[in-house]
């Protein structure tokens, strides 16, 4: 499943929120792991030990702000050492028939296979927790403590919803800022004392617009940015007329790897 955004406001009755957890989505089938693009992932043989045979979608997940852990992960097999720091936060398993929450629902048929807290065995393997909101100011609070805190956001589920592929408006992202991505198409420099630095990247939205992101680059990233040619996400908020992103901010580099 893939998620829909949910907009300020929306009536919150019937909807189980997690945390919007910064990691690389992942599938479990009951032996193996998988991106969610199909690459197979090869984690530690004792990573995986004891893990159900029920299919799981997960987020292979290293903490807020370490990204690039999972990422470095799933590209460098079970030789890398961020497999140490890691966790798989399961929050669905594809049952076509259970709804989402309910005594008899997918939430606690994985909550039961995985263990409520995780076993010892376990411990890399856990059940994301979910709870109920009682109203949009509830869920505001919580937004704003997750991304004090330095989290993304938080995910809102149907509890009544019957798993299917595909984007659905019974999974929902809530973040404080969109986002998108862009390709690199000029590296713009710095001028006066600044010059040999990148002043910003000239990008390409997928919808053919071009922006220039130097708000959020690092002294590192100026010194040496993204090729021309790679693909990096962005902040906004809101668009222009004619639909160009308004106040876009550099977020990271999406690595060269099929996740």
Do not use: C
Not at 202 to 211: D, N
Request: no cysteine; hydrophobic share 40%; net charge positive.
């Amino acid at each position: 499943m893939k998620a829909g955004r949910y907009q300020a406001g929306q009536p919150v009755d019937g909807f189980l929120v997690s945390e919007k957890l910064d990691g690389v989505r992942a599938r479990w089938d009951g032996r193996q792991l998988w991106t969610r693009s199909g690459r197979r992932i090869t984690p530690p043989a004792d990573f995986t030990a004891g893990w159900p045979a029920l299919a799981l979608d997960d987020e292979l997940w290293a903490g807020r702000g370490q990204f690039l852990r999972a990422v470095a992960a799933v590209r460098e097999g079970a030789g890398s050492e961020a497999w140490s720091t890691l966790r798989m936060m399961v929050f669905d398993t594809p049952d076509p028939v259970r709804p989402f929450g309910g005594p008899d629902g997918r939430l606690a048929l994985l909550q039961a296979a995985l263990g409520t807290p995780p076993t010892a065995a376990l411990t890399g393997l856990q059940a994301l927790p979910q709870r109920p909101v009682t109203s949009t100011a509830d869920l505001q609070s919580w937004l704003d403590e997750v991304v004090a805190a330095g989290g993304e956001g938080l995910m809102l589920h149907r509890a009544s919803n019957l798993y299917r592929s595909g984007r659905s408006n019974d999974l929902l992202k809530y973040k404080p800022f969109l986002d998108a991505e862009a390709r690199v198409v000029q590296i713009l420099p710095r001028k006066g004392q600044w010059q040999g630095l990148a002043g910003a990247l000239l990008v390409q939205t997928t919808e053919g617009h071009r922006l220039r992101l130097g708000s959020g680059l690092s002294e590192t990233q100026r010194r040496q940015p993204p090729p021309v040619g790679s693909w990096v996400s962005f902040r906004y908020q809101g668009l222009h007329l004619g639909g160009v992103p308004r106040f876009a901010s550099f977020v990271r580099v999406i690595p060269d790897i099929d996740l």
